[in-house]
């Protein structure tokens, strides 16, 4: 097997260590493992400009800091670095002074999401430790995703969706080769299934921070940050919170790169964005608390950021504290009008929870939590075109006389 620098996997709550090179779910305390790596030997055979000039153009180019020893278990579908995008029209607060506010545009990724990033890593992973059938509850860009990269390397899929997930993310499932199946419930009642059938069926389960490496996927979107902004990071990052993979990801790479020595200066505010109709983590933040109970009720029509409950919450909510960020939440209204004036005005086609990470800026500002000087990254974690959009209501009769006064 081709060398590579993870020394072990530890429980994220009590410590416990794992070895690696073993298949692994959550740890013995029921919460997410962390891959740790030997970075110090890292340190001394790979550099920062070894990254900088690899010829390979998307997470791949991260190898060294990912789990995956083997070149021939890195499967791909042509990930990108995904581009930042100055919005200079569609927020009214950022003109006439230092800051910045930035798209970190993840709807390019393979299937539309960059749920892509995680589930790369973890099929991969699976495909490294020979599983033959992978399993997940999803509102519909994560099991899109497991669905692509385990059809492209072979293995079998099986995916859980809420009944009202919507319709184009359950078709895609099903057409990229996933078994695909429609639960009257919500995510967490997906999750129920997938944990019963691992006794029965025999799949191994790929829930949001269940196994460890969905993690290590997420992560590159702070490897790419840090990479794009010349290994100094922006001062703010408003993140749409769900699972919380992404933002726990990030936070992990920041420390990593941090003990490399491959960044300088302080660390960005990690934002959780929630949704007012689903935001455990924001309850939690407010109340002080460590661990998020269960939203009841959820609803939002940003169907990624509907997930009632996490297993992740204290990582979440730890990120957040240890960057001096907050938690916030943001109406569907809002959210819809935001994703429409972004489109409008700036050409940026946003996801709604994109859109909600605009509306947390716009609010944070208001509220002085943050300031126009500040260089903000938003994450548009998803393409817009997967979700159901306005109306078009002009019409033209051909055979009719046409006043073109009304194009004037
Ligand atoms: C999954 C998802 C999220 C939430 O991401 P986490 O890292 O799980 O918190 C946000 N938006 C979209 C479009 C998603 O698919």
Not at 158 to 183: A, W
Not at 210 to 220: A, D, L, N, V, W
Not at 382 to 390: E, M, N, W
């Amino acid at each position: 097997m081709t060398q590579n620098y993870v020394s072990h996997l530890e429980c994220s709550i009590t410590g416990k260590k794992y070895e690696a090179n073993q298949i692994h779910g959550l740890s013995d305390a029921g919460r997410p493992l962390l891959v740790r790596y030997n970075l110090e030997k890292l340190k001394k055979e790979v550099s920062r400009n070894d990254i900088s000039n690899s010829k390979v153009n998307g997470l791949w180019r991260y190898a060294p800091l990912l789990p995956v020893a083997d070149p021939k278990n890195r499967i791909t579908l042509g990930e990108i670095v995904t581009p930042l995008i100055k919005l200079e029209n569609s927020t009214k607060y950022n003109k006439n002074n230092k800051g910045e506010v930035l798209i970190k545009d993840e709807g390019r990724l393979p299937t539309g999401s960059f749920k892509a990033r995680g589930l790369c890593l973890a099929v991969s992973m699976a495909k490294q430790f020979k599983l033959n059938h992978l399993a997940i509850p999803t509102n519909g860009n994560a099991g899109a995703a497991m669905a692509a990269y385990a059809t492209k390397a072979g293995i079998r899929s099986t995916v859980f969706c809420p009944d009202d997930t919507p319709d184009i993310n359950v078709r895609e499932i099903q057409s990229l080769g996933g078994e695909t199946f429609l639960v009257n419930g919500l995510i967490n009642d997906c999750g129920k299934i997938v944990g019963e059938g691992k006794e029965k069926v025999g799949w191994f389960d790929i829930s949001t921070l269940k196994e460890p490496y969905r993690i290590e996927g997420k992560k590159t979107m702070g490897l790419e940050l840090a990479e794009q902004f010349n290994w100094e990071l922006p001062d703010v990052i408003f993140y749409p919170t769900g699972g919380g993979t992404g933002l726990i990801g990030m936070w992990k790479a920041f420390a990593e790169l941090k003990e490399l020595g491959w960044i300088k200066g302080k660390l960005p505010r990690m934002i959780a964005v929630q949704a007012d109709g689903c935001a455990p983590i924001v309850k939690a933040w407010s109340l002080g608390d460590e661990h998020a109970p269960v939203w009841e009720n959820a609803y939002t029509k940003a169907a990624g950021i509907r997930v009632p409950v996490a297993v992740g919450d204290f990582l979440i909510i730890r990120a957040v504290r240890e960057s001096k960020g907050f938690a916030i939440s943001v109406s569907d209204e809002d959210i819809m009008e935001a994703r429409d004036r972004v489109a409008s005005t700036d050409g940026c086609f946003l996801c709604p929870e994109g859109a909600a990470t605009i509306v947390a800026y716009e609010k944070s500002l208001l509220d002085g939590l943050i300031s126009l000087d500040d260089k903000v990254v938003l994450f548009n974690c998803a393409t817009g075109l997967k979700y159901p959009l306005p109306e078009v209501t002009n019409k033209i009769n051909k055979n009719n006389y046409i006043d073109y006064n009304q194009f004037i």
